[in-house]
């Protein structure tokens, strides 16, 4: 019954190969978001797309490219990994044609180790 | 940036109340201050917000001052796995800015 999920949690790869990771979320909502949390342990967003479509970048570079297929999943992949790219990334939701406040849902994280 | 500032760490005494301020005096008036947690290792998990008024859900109350210009998480009766980190936040719109947060370690 988990609400978001991602996949896989772990991931150990060299530097310069390509990966990706799943978010999937079953709450229903219209948005969902990409976090990077680094060793220094700040939270920082850096994407956000509402019903497929992208509308926050966080001035993230171009190798990374988040992709919506559906509004239940979002799904980020990273190109030519740098070792700055370790780090842990979460996926969240959030119903945004709320009004007022409107919490986001985290998911369990996907720790990233670029060797 | 972060609109807000917090205490880098704090300690409470298990079953005692737990308050953790926050300041955050740039706040502009559409502004909510969203309480998140994050245990380690997990991701962070929805508290409680608020915008003028005092709020009070199942997991903790939330004390805004008149000015807008702090507030206080409450959690009434502290336990051993209330031990996180605790951010403030000041959200507009649909973007959540994370500072560093208070630590809170609640000891038996």
């Known amino acids: 019954d988990t609400a978001v999920s991602q996949t896989p949690k772990y991931l150990v790869t060299q530097m310069g190969n390509d990966k990706s990771i799943k978010c999937e979320q079953n709450?229903?909502?219209?948005?969902m978001y990409w976090y990077k949390q680094d060793s220094k342990k700040f939270l920082k967003i850096m994407f956000s797309y509402n019903n497929k479509e992208l509308i926050i970048n966080e001035t993230v570079p171009n190798r990374f490219s988040p992709k919506s297929p559906d509004k239940a999943h979002l799904n980020l992949h990273i190109n030519s990994l740098e070792l700055g790219d370790s780090a842990v990334y979460f996926c969240?939701?959030?119903?945004?044609?709320?009004?007022?406040?409107?919490?986001?849902?985290f998911g369990p994280g996907t720790r990233l180790t670029v060797l | 940036d972060a609109k807000t500032t917090q205490p880098t760490s704090m300690d409470c005494a298990e079953g005692r109340a737990a308050n953790l301020p926050c300041n955050h005096s740039?706040?502009?008036?559409?502004?909510?201050v969203y309480w998140y947690r994050q245990i380690h290792s997990q991701g962070p998990q929805y508290i409680i917000h608020g915008l003028k008024n005092n709020e009070t859900n199942e997991m903790a109350s939330l004390i805004i001052t008149e000015d807008r210009k702090s507030s206080t998480l409450i959690l009434p009766h502290a336990t051993l796995r209330d031990t996180a980190v605790y951010y403030c936040?000041?959200?507009?719109?649909?973007?959540?800015?994370f500072g560093a947060g208070t630590i809170l370690r609640v000891k038996s």
């Open positions: 936040i000041a959200r507009y719109g649909n973007k959540l800015v």
């Open positions: 709450l229903g909502h219209d948005t």
């Open positions: 740039t706040i502009s008036g559409n502004e909510y």
């Open positions: 969240a939701s959030s119903q945004e044609r709320l009004a007022g406040g409107r919490e986001q849902f």
